[in-house]
């Protein structure tokens, strides 16, 4: 006989978090299943799945009680993400983006800060994006040109951001801005929430992407915009250490949508292969295709031990979150990738078509390879946690 609180217990998640897997799944497939297709044959917002989301709490679930949220934990967000990237990757990016878009402020922010942004944010009055990368810098997020000066008791921001997900929706922007052009790199930098209504503050035409398509992905453009200067997030240079910290907890959020896009198009493809004959008999009764069936399973079940293992860590806050933050992410995405490539692979000529959903999957899990750091970076950030011995 083991204890109820014995190491067991380590490899299962909790009845809460079964139910809320059971309350998720049930919104995705009745309200945001049926209109996946269309979000993404025209590039247009999930409105349905926003509407959805916000009516059954699941569309910024991180936030706190004490500012109107419901409390989810790191794992429970993760699977709020899960389930509903099993459906549609581009609303999935709703509950994911207004978590990376307002990560910082729970991390850094002022009791002022949280208790004006959070609350409309968990009521679903406003959603939360963020900005941090630029044309050229890429990768090296230490070398943006934006940048912010003081005035008096406010901050002028000039500049722009790329690749802003959910841009031009959102009201809420966390911005990272240049404030001491003197001082040393990766020390000079510091963030700021800009709202959609600041004068200045404007979007870029809307990106024509391979996957995504329904979630909005534009610039940002600043041309003197003042802001308060209570609206600085933490102290002055400590942005990229925020933006960093922040990425450690939402990475993971990335792991999360990759497992539910290759949920998504193994879901699918045995369906497919079950139904579908060929030869006589149906196709999974060929020991070719019951392989990779074999091997997708079970790099989909290790890519969502790594996600739910990384998940437990952004909610203690371990010192080790960043080495497990990157991997999860990283090896998720990966095996996406490679789930949604044989779930097309299964489909045979069908499967190239838009007439089943697994192309839309594989054109949407490329992605997860890419933002939140590339999966070079990931590696990187990996390796340097060894080499330090914090891994």
């Given at each position: 006989m083991t204890s109820k609180n014995s190491t067991f217990d380590l490899f299962r998640i909790s009845d809460d978090h079964v139910q809320l897997r059971e309350a998720v799944r049930l919104v995705a497939e009745k309200k945001i299943a049926p209109f996946a297709a269309e979000v993404d044959e025209q590039a247009a917002f999930p409105q349905e799945?926003?509407?959805?989301?916000?009516?059954?709490?699941?569309?910024?679930?991180?936030?706190?009680?004490?500012?109107?949220?419901?409390?989810?934990?790191?794992?429970?967000?993760?699977?709020?993400?899960?389930?509903?990237?099993?459906v549609c990757a581009s609303s999935s990016l709703i509950p994911a983006v207004n978590k990376l878009g307002s990560m910082p402020l729970m991390l850094a922010g002022?009791?002022?800060?949280?208790?004006?942004?959070?609350?409309?944010?968990?009521?679903?009055?406003?959603?939360?994006?963020?900005?941090?990368?630029?044309?050229?810098?890429?990768?090296?997020?230490?070398?943006?040109?934006?940048?912010?000066?003081?005035?008096?008791?406010?901050?002028?921001?000039?500049?722009?951001?790329?690749?802003?997900?959910?841009?031009?929706?959102?009201?809420?922007?966390?911005v990272l801005a240049v404030t001491d052009p003197d001082a040393r790199r990766g020390s000079n930098v510091s963030a700021f929430v800009v709202?959609?209504?600041?004068?200045?503050?404007?979007?870029?035409?809307?990106?024509?992407?391979?996957?995504?398509?329904?979630?909005?992905?534009?610039?940002?453009?600043?041309?003197?915009?003042r802001i308060?200067?209570?609206?600085?997030?933490?102290?002055?240079?400590?942005?990229?250490?925020?933006?960093?910290?922040?990425?450690?907890?939402?990475?993971?959020?990335?792991?999360?949508?990759?497992?539910g896009i290759a949920q998504g198009a193994l879901d699918f493809a045995l369906g497919y292969v079950k139904e579908r004959s060929q030869f006589g008999k149906h196709l999974a009764e060929f020991q070719g295709l019951q392989f990779m069936l074999a091997d997708m399973a079970m790099t989909l079940e290790a890519a969502r031990s790594m996600v739910y293992?990384?998940?437990?860590?952004?909610?203690?806050?371990?010192?080790?979150?960043?080495?497990?933050?990157?991997?999860?992410?990283?090896?998720?995405?990966?095996?996406?990738?490679?789930?949604?490539?044989?779930?097309?692979?299964?489909?045979?000529?069908?499967?190239?078509?838009?007439?089943?959903?697994?192309?839309?999957?594989?054109?949407?899990?490329?992605?997860?390879?890419?933002?939140e750091g590339t999966n070079q970076i990931q590696r990187v950030v990996m390796a340097r946690e060894l080499l330090a011995g914090r891994a």
């Open positions: 799945a926003y509407d959805a989301l916000i009516a059954s709490d699941f569309h910024a679930p991180h936030v706190p009680a004490e500012y109107d949220g419901v409390g989810a934990d790191a794992l429970a967000t993760c699977i709020v993400i899960e389930e509903v990237a099993r002022s009791a002022e800060l949280k208790a004006k942004y959070l609350p409309p944010l968990a009521r679903g009055e406003a959603g939360f994006a963020y900005g941090l990368s630029e044309r050229e810098a890429g990768s090296d997020t230490a070398s943006m040109k934006t940048r912010a000066i003081a005035d008096g008791d406010e901050w002028i921001i000039n500049g722009q951001k790329s690749w802003i997900t959910n841009a031009g929706v959102a009201e809420f922007y966390t709202e959609k209504s600041d004068p200045g503050f404007g979007f870029g035409a809307k990106e024509r992407k391979l996957g995504i398509k329904g979630s909005p992905t534009r610039e940002l453009h600043f041309d003197n915009v308060p200067a209570d609206r600085m997030i933490g102290t002055r240079g400590e942005g990229l250490k925020i933006a960093l910290r922040t990425l450690d907890h939402t990475r993971v959020t990335i792991g999360a949508q990759a497992v293992v990384a998940a437990a860590k952004s909610e203690r806050g371990d010192s080790d979150l960043p080495f497990f933050g990157a991997a999860a992410k990283c090896y998720a995405s990966d095996v996406a990738m490679q789930i949604t490539t044989d779930a097309v692979q299964l489909l045979g000529g069908y499967g190239y078509t838009r007439d089943f959903p697994v192309e839309r999957m594989m054109r949407d899990a490329k992605i997860t390879q890419i933002y």
